[in-house]
């Protein structure tokens, strides 16, 4: 039987692992994660934030300029980060590139009172989509609203189809405190998982969905979106799953430092590298998945050791 978590009794997360792993992964450098690299694991340094976010919009664009009417192609996004999301857009327009063709599927949503947050909220993931990319993209350009999947309580069967229906070339992601890429969070301790978190298999297999979230995700989304205000931050959202993920040619993760800590960052390039998956830290079942990079800004990836501040 595995120790309680650290942090959230009654959840798997990733503090009910190994202590030798967790010591293994806070002893990395920046260039012991270069050297983690493996056929269908690319790790990637960029040393700007220009460089950065640049590098993450233009996926955008690499994946609709492969889009055409018979064969339609996309990418699906998140939110955090959002940086990328205006670049977009303004290398769309200052190149004139015609993207009408090109699909875009949301991660995910916030999820509150059996409905997903309305776009009026100043937290729709939607809204920010809309308002920060979409929406700036010039009218004779862009992709129709039937190209852009957001998820909603009342579509997601339609939203799962809709990877079936066209090429998600790359899906992005970045990674949260509890080692998730969208909400797909560790689950509770709870049932036939009190023991033991689910299998690789059983977690894999599931769908876009309705989820409970770690306590560890709210609190940190109350902290870069609502100033520590936990209540203003949803216990549930909506999320693609897994299932859509192994749809996806290539899962790209951007992390820049803002969304996980130095020894997050180590810990799932260490399991993602050594193929060490375990449910209790979602982002390790990747190790499973053809194509997978992790996309660091190298000032952020920071350090393990201790220090008082």
Same mark, same amino acid.
Request: aromatic share 12%; net charge negative.
């Given at each position: 039987m595995r120790r309680q978590s650290t942090v959230a009794?009654?959840?798997?997360?990733?503090?009910?692992?190994?202590?030798?792993?967790?010591?293994?992964?806070?002893?990395?450098?920046?260039?012991?994660?270069?050297?983690?690299?493996?056929?269908?694991?690319?790790?990637?340094?960029?040393?700007?934030?220009?460089?950065?976010?640049? #590098?993450?919009?233009?996926?955008?664009?690499?994946?609709?300029?492969?889009?055409?009417?018979?064969?339609?192609a996309g990418i699906c996004g998140p939110i955090g980060p959002t940086e990328q999301l205006p670049l977009v857009a303004r290398i769309v327009n200052d190149l004139e590139i015609d993207v009408r063709e090109g699909h875009f599927w949301a991660m995910d949503e916030w999820y509150r009172d059996g409905k997903e947050l309305p776009l009026a909220h100043p937290l729709s993931f939607a809204k920010a989509d809309l308002d920060l990319c979409f929406k700036r993209i010039d009218?004779?350009?862009?992709?129709?609203?039937?190209?852009?999947?957001?998820?909603?309580?009342?579509?997601?069967?339609?939203?799962?189809?809709?990877?079936?229906?066209?090429?998600?070339?790359?899906?992005?992601?970045?990674?949260?405190?509890?080692?998730?890429?969208?909400?797909?969070?560790?689950?509770?301790?709870?049932?036939?998982?009190?023991?033991?978190?689910?299998?690789?298999?059983?977690?894999? #297999?599931?769908?876009?969905?309705?989820?409970?979230?770690?306590?560890?995700?709210v609190m940190q989304n109350a902290r870069t979106s609502a100033g520590g205000a936990l209540g203003e931050i949803p216990s549930q959202a909506l999320t693609v799953g897994p299932r859509e993920t192994w749809k996806a040619k290539t899962v790209s993760i951007w992390q820049a430092g803002n969304h996980d800590n130095p020894f997050g960052m180590r810990l799932t390039t260490l399991m993602l590298a050594k193929r060490v998956v375990d449910s209790s830290v979602p982002m390790s079942l990747l190790a499973d998945h053809p194509d997978v990079r992790f996309n660091f800004y190298r000032p952020g990836i920071g350090s393990c050791g201790a220090e008082m501040h």
């Open positions: 009794e009654g959840w798997w997360d990733y503090t009910t692992l190994d202590d030798e792993l967790l010591r293994d992964a806070a002893k990395l450098t920046a260039e012991d994660l270069l050297a983690l690299a493996r056929p269908g694991f690319e790790v990637r340094f960029f040393d700007t934030l220009e460089e950065f976010y640049t #590098a993450e919009a233009l996926e955008y664009v690499w994946t609709w300029r492969h889009a055409t009417e018979s064969e339609p009218k004779r350009r862009r992709m129709s609203d039937s190209h852009l999947h957001f998820l909603r309580a009342d579509n997601v069967a339609e939203y799962s189809r809709s990877y079936d229906e066209a090429r998600c070339l790359i899906m992005q992601g970045g990674q949260g405190d509890v080692k998730h890429w969208a909400f797909n969070d560790p689950l509770p301790r709870e049932g036939a998982y009190r023991d033991a978190p689910p299998t690789a298999e059983e977690y894999r #297999a599931l769908g876009a969905r309705v989820v409970r979230l770690h306590p560890m995700t």
